[in-house]
């Protein structure tokens, strides 16, 4: 009756615990498309990365629901490992920015189906130092909030926690001196915000042209917004990433690089697809060219 293996893995508090709920229907789903399904629940960070890690590989396919944070786990396990094996994703998270960024389902029962009869498509994992990311490493203004906000807080309120808990810890903005050398180019200055991502959405707030993204092509997008020394700078920062969404302004740096190492005070906190990886004075990031096999 079953001809392949699926490895579910869970996290059952991401977002508002909904996937407990449907769990019973989407096991049910995958094994009408043939999959024998082995189940594991996560019940600590890191323990998505053991799981994927450890047993992928006996697997045909790997399948993980809960936020971007899950996502990474079991890339990371993945990647750290050399394990090339197709992955399903059902996101389920506050924000979900990678689901956002592929065009997923975020009903639970449609992409469970999704992925029960899609099709492979490939994506660019970057490294980040020994961590791996599947769409952003970033640092600066409000970058943190993702990790820092209350889990609780978010399952109720979604976007609105991020905004009010941003409200809060408004005087953390500042600028950072950052020093960046991609593909032999030197960017150097004060940013507020920086961000190395291979998508067209961070943070659930920014939106990337998508006609100059391509999410599989060995290349980060990145973007360095200058610490603005006037009113008038600030808004040419706003019209450029809030309003036009073309990125074009002197305070703006948008450019696409693969091999990049960035340099900065040991003080800077970086996320990785929203979670926090520890702290750098100098890291070194490149891609992993359509390392994920992304089914849906």
């Not at 936020?67 to 890339?75: F, I, Q, R, S, Y």
């Not at 953390?172 to 593909?183: E, F, I, L, N, S």
Request: charged content about 20%.
């Amino acid at each position: 009756m079953f001809s392949k293996r699926l490895l579910l893995i869970v996290n059952p508090v991401s977002g508002k615990k909904m996937f407990l709920r449907y769990m019973p229907q989407v096991v049910r789903i995958f094994m009408d498309a043939g999959y024998l399904v082995t189940t594991m629940v996560t019940a600590a960070q890191g323990e998505a990365t053991d799981y994927a890690a450890e047993y992928a590989l006996a697997h045909d396919l790997v399948v993980c629901t809960g936020g971007d944070g899950t996502l990474n786990e079991v890339l990371t396990g993945l990647a750290r490992k050399g394990l090339s094996v197709p992955v399903g994703y059902i996101p389920c998270g506050s924000t979900n920015d990678f689901a956002v960024s592929r065009g997923l389902s975020s009903d639970i029962l449609a992409a469970a189906e999704a992925i029960a009869h899609g099709r492979v498509t490939r994506y660019d994992v970057g490294r980040f130092g020994d961590h791996y990311f599947s769409y952003v490493a970033a640092f600066g203004a409000f970058s943190w909030l993702s990790y820092t906000t209350d889990q609780n807080l978010k399952n109720v309120l979604g976007h609105t926690a991020y905004i009010l808990d941003g409200i809060k810890d408004l005087p953390k903005v500042k600028p950072y001196h950052v020093r960046m050398t991609a593909d032999g180019t030197v960017y150097e200055g004060d940013y507020l915000f920086g961000a190395v991502c291979n998508s067209t959405s961070i943070a659930g707030t920014l939106e990337l042209p998508r006609d100059r993204v391509d999410t599989c092509d060995g290349l980060f997008e990145v973007l360095l917004i200058h610490e603005p020394k006037t009113i008038m700078d600030l808004e040419s920062i706003l019209l450029a990433v809030a309003v036009n969404k073309d990125y074009q302004s002197p305070y703006v740096d948008f450019f696409r690089a693969s091999d990049i190492v960035i340099e900065n005070p040991p003080t800077l906190d970086w996320t990785v697809d929203g979670e926090f990886p520890g702290h750098y004075d100098r890291v070194e990031v490149s891609p992993l060219q359509g390392f994920l096999k992304l089914i849906s």
